[in-house]
């Protein structure tokens, strides 16, 4: 079955614990991307990925690291989490050529950072 | 870069009425307008989407119709059924790697 997958799916942490939400997909995607979803702001992209070795910063890159060491995953990185940093986060792919366009989105990571 | 806006941010309707969702977006060299879906508690899916090159697309109950010169684009759900009852997100795309989605818009379909 063709699909996105995150882990883990709820996490509660405290300030400054350094943690990590893994992403991935089977259906060789080669275009993977973060986001985080806030009510009232839609859903707003933290980073994205063209391919293997090729990453680049969305709209809400700070206090985030990724990296896109295999094709099928892409981990999201928190350094240090902050209260702020409290969301539900999204992970999508598409295929190269269609890029931003018709992603499939992941099932969300609810973080709460305490 | 890209903003998006949209209108209204809820919507109540009554079962078989009509509904529409609005748009705008700031970056005319913006391209590619997608729609998603998202029930409660599950991910976004796309329902529609409509390249600038194209005026309106419709889907079976579902409608989206792009205006370039105004910078705005709107989703028509025709004959509402409560299964339509979702957040609706419109998003913009000019470059093909990044999405810039509204606020979303929480539609109430009443049986």
């Known amino acids: 079955e063709a699909q996105v997958t995150q882990n883990p799916r709820y996490l509660i942490t405290v300030t400054g614990k350094k943690l990590t939400v893994t992403c991935s997909q089977n259906?060789?995607?080669?275009?993977m991307s973060w986001y985080r979803q806030d009510p009232g702001l839609g859903l707003r992209q933290i980073y994205y990925s063209m391919n293997v070795e090729v990453t680049d910063k969305g709209d809400v890159p700070e206090g985030y690291k990724v990296s896109r060491k295999e094709k099928r995953n892409f981990p999201l990185i928190l350094e240090s989490p902050s209260p702020n940093q409290t969301s539900l986060y999204f992970c999508a792919s598409s295929t190269r050529d269609r890029g931003a366009y018709e992603q499939y989105f992941g099932p969300g990571t609810r973080l709460t950072v305490t | 870069g890209e903003n998006v806006e949209q209108h209204p941010s809820t919507l109540s309707v009554q079962e078989g009425d009509s509904a529409v969702i609005k748009c705008t977006y700031s970056d005319s060299a913006s391209n590619y307008f997608p729609w998603y879906k998202q029930e409660l508690g599950k991910r976004p899916q796309l329902i529609i989407d409509?390249?600038?090159?194209?005026g309106e697309k419709k889907d079976q109950r579902i409608a989206v119709t792009l205006n370039k010169t105004a910078k705005h684009f709107s989703l028509h759900i025709t004959e509402t059924q409560p299964e339509d009852s979702a957040v609706y997100f419109c998003?913009?795309?000019?470059?093909?790697?990044?999405?810039?989605f509204g606020g979303g818009t929480r539609l109430m379909v009443k049986p």
């Open positions: 409509i390249r600038s090159n194209v």
């Open positions: 259906m060789n995607h080669e275009y």
């Open positions: 998003a913009a795309s000019n470059a093909g790697n990044m999405l810039t």
